[in-house]
């Protein structure tokens, strides 16, 4: 009995290695990324503008799962989409069908100036920095992108 004890401490950083073992939060973020990457590869290869925000629970759950180091970054990346699909909400805009330069008839000057600010803040250098920093980090610590 003594000696299997004694063994358990020499298996515990084999299972860290081997398998990952639940306890560790970055394989469990690397599995979350690897069991999303169809889903969001079917998105980021679909023609309908309004496509994004079907990831948005996925992005959820992978912020929640994210290592400490890339939190902040899936914030700035999720947060302007969360507004921006709020503001075209707001407004009763169908986000698969709106575009800027042929806005429904019915959106008042100030719904398309707050569509146009929700939307400059997604496609800004922070949010597209930030994204570009969680494909990265999918593919330097979980070895796979985002998306394929």
Do not use: K, N
Not at 7 to 35: F, I, R
Not at 70 to 97: F, K, M, N, T, Y
Not at 142 to 147: A, E, V, Y
Request: with cysteine; glycine share 6%.
């Amino acid at each position: 009995m003594i000696r299997a004890l004694a063994a358990v401490p020499l298996l515990l950083p084999a299972c860290l290695v081997l398998t990952g073992c639940s306890d560790d939060p970055q394989a469990d973020y690397c599995d979350t990324v690897t069991e999303h990457q169809v889903e969001l590869s079917e998105i980021a290869a679909s023609e309908d503008a309004g496509a994004l925000f079907g990831a948005l629970d996925t992005y959820d759950e992978l912020r929640e799962q994210a290592p400490r180091d890339i939190a902040d970054d899936w914030d700035a990346v999720i947060d302007p989409l969360r507004e921006l699909e709020q503001v075209l909400s707001d407004h009763g805009v169908d986000p698969s069908s709106y575009a800027a330069d042929e806005p429904p008839a019915d959106l008042d000057d100030a719904g398309r100036r707050e569509i146009e600010a929700a939307a400059r803040e997604v496609g800004s250098e922070q949010t597209v920095t930030a994204m570009g920093a969680v494909e990265q980090h999918a593919l330097d610590v979980c070895g796979t992108p985002l998306s394929r």
